[in-house]
């Protein structure tokens, strides 16, 4: 089956800037969804911004519009969340996710079928 592993997560200053990596292996097709969740202690799991590989369509959560960027690389199995200035709202944990889904990415987290298990974003002066 499909694996993910997030890495490139740590603790940063107010305005600074982390670039996650999700190294992706297992893939049967190569037309998914990848997605960025973030989860805080109590509350529920937010998606923060998602890629569809069959089309290259993005999308962000209002909270992180301007500041954030997802890609992929060119093999399609490894995606990228660039996260800039970064707030003390953006700490979390960060799971990458994918879906079979199509066509575009789904609503539902519940359909995400494969998890990556997180990686802890501090982000305090």
């Known amino acids: 089956g499909v694996q993910l592993q997030e890495s490139g997560g740590g603790s940063v200053q107010p305005g600074g800037s982390l670039r996650l990596s999700c190294a992706g292996s297992g893939y049967t097709r190569m037309i998914y969804c990848t997605a960025w969740f973030r989860q805080v202690p109590g509350k529920e799991r937010e998606r923060i911004a998602d890629f569809y590989t069959g089309t290259g369509h993005t999308s962000y959560a209002d909270s992180v519009k301007g500041r954030f960027t997802i890609s992929q690389d060119n093999t399609k199995t490894t995606s990228y969340l660039q996260m800039n200035n970064l707030k003390p709202e953006d700490s979390g944990t960060y799971y990458c996710?994918?879906?079979?889904?199509?066509?575009?990415?789904?609503?539902?987290?519940?359909?995400?079928?494969?998890w990556g298990p997180g990686t802890q974003v501090t982000v305090s002066s």
């Open positions: 996710a994918s879906s079979y889904s199509n066509p575009g990415c789904p609503e539902s987290l519940g359909t995400f079928g494969h």
